[in-house]
């Protein structure tokens, strides 16, 4: 049997074996996967030995996505632009690879599963740490026609806006610069909170009128009931308010595929994990 398994710290709260051991089931596809939390120390030999004694693949969570970057042979073109990587695998010659799978799943779930578009449109994104690394590559290929990063260290948000801004439209600015954005009538077609502030149960500071006629608001973020960031878009009329739940499958679908060569269905593992969180 094929072992798989996501690394984190913490990861016990990870839904991803419950998302694979659902793809395995619809695909046929016998395998295990489970979570296992490591200290950062001991991240690089568990990841060669677990290759070395016949492992199929690797997902990587919080902290350890820089870690899998570093010590990959070889990364995808989005996973070298997010410098961040959170699926490793084998190629034909034995080497660890890396790729980046949260972008695609971000977008997915955007375009395909709530039809939102993206090419040409506003994009504000709130946060500039490693989640909103992890999308930016994604992003940028689907060609919005700006792109801003609002980060409370401007130094963060200017840093990724100066790795991006020779292949796509983007800027950085502070909050304090936001609202003064806010006050002349700027406003946004999509807007991303890439913060953990929803893990603290807390709201970043955003002006309303930020938001454009039709307005998607995402938050990275999952949680069983509404995070503060979709009741604040909810509150305001944004058109849609969506939480990260389904970036999470689709980014599983995406390794998963990449692993197994099969493509599974996301939508009935999302109701399925809508029905039971």
């Known amino acids: 049997m094929s072992k798989y398994a996501v690394l984190g710290n913490p990861v016990s709260h990870s839904k991803s074996p419950l998302i694979h051991s659902l793809f395995a089931e619809q695909t046929d596809q016998t395998m295990s996967y489970q979570a296992i939390p490591l200290e950062e120390n001991e991240f690089e030999g568990f990841v060669r030995n677990f290759f070395a004694e016949g492992g199929g693949g690797l997902n990587v969570t919080v902290p350890f996505k820089g870690n899998a970057f570093a010590l990959a042979a070889s990364c995808s073109p989005r996973a070298q632009l997010a410098q961040a990587v959170n699926t490793l695998f084998l190629d034909r010659d034995g080497d660890i690879c890396g790729d980046n799978t949260d972008g695609i799943g971000l977008v997915t779930d955007l375009k395909i599963n709530n039809k939102v578009t993206i090419s040409g449109q506003r994009v504000l994104i709130l946060g500039a740490g490693g989640a909103v690394r992890g999308i930016?590559?994604?992003?940028?290929?689907?060609?919005?026609?700006?792109?801003?990063?609002?980060?409370?260290?401007?130094?963060?948000?200017?840093?990724?806006?100066?790795?991006?801004?020779?292949?796509?439209?983007?800027?950085?600015?502070?909050?304090?610069?936001?609202?003064?954005?806010?006050?002349?009538?700027?406003?946004?077609?999509?807007?991303?909170?890439?913060?953990?502030?929803?893990?603290?149960?807390?709201?970043?500071?955003?002006?309303?009128?930020?938001?454009?006629?039709?307005?998607?608001?995402?938050?990275?973020?999952?949680?069983?009931?509404?995070?503060?960031?979709?009741?604040?878009?909810?509150?305001?009329?944004a058109s849609l308010s969506i939480d990260g739940l389904g970036m999470l499958v689709e980014q599983a679908a995406e390794a998963f595929a990449l692993w197994r060569g099969v493509r599974p269905n996301t939508v009935p593992v999302m109701e399925y994990l809508r029905e039971h969180s």
Do not use: H
């Not at 290929?141 to 801003?148: G, H």
């Not at 609002?150 to 790795?163: G, Q, Y």
């Open 136 to 237: 930016m590559a994604a992003l940028v290929y689907e060609q919005a026609a700006a792109i801003t990063i609002v980060n409370r260290t401007v130094s963060k948000a200017e840093l990724l806006v100066e790795e991006m801004q020779s292949i796509a439209p983007v800027q950085a600015m502070s909050y304090d610069m936001l609202q003064g954005a806010a006050s002349k009538g700027q406003s946004y077609d999509l807007i991303i909170n890439g913060t953990s502030s929803s893990l603290q149960g807390e709201m970043p500071n955003l002006d309303a009128k930020l938001m454009a006629s039709g307005c998607c608001c995402y938050d990275l973020m999952y949680s069983a009931s509404d995070t503060p960031f979709v009741q604040w878009a909810k509150k305001e009329g």
